[in-house]
């Protein structure tokens, strides 16, 4: 089931009222019930390795920004 959340997934962009389609293979599905899960699997160990290297991050919903 894990496995299907990554398979033939597309990114769509519409903007000035033309559309754009491209296949991803990254990130997770937007309301999907496991993105918590696999957000907080996946950012755990960005987050340490960052702070092991000592780069100081914030981060908010999906977002992270490096404090520089």
Same mark, same amino acid.
């Given at each position: ?9 597309? !990114?769509?962009?519409?903007?000035? #009222?033309?559309? /754009? ?20 699997? !996946?950012?755990?160990?960005?987050? #340490?390795?960052? /702070? ?17």
């Amino acid at each position: 089931m894990v496995a299907s959340y990554y398979q033939d997934r597309i !990114v769509v962009v519409n903007y000035a #009222r033309a559309s /754009n389609e491209k296949k991803t293979t990254k990130g997770c599905a937007q309301r999907s019930i496991g993105r918590p899960t696999f957000w907080n699997l !996946v950012l755990d160990l960005l987050l #340490r390795t960052m /702070n092991n290297m000592g780069v100081c991050c914030d981060v908010f919903a999906d977002d992270v920004v490096l404090d520089i």
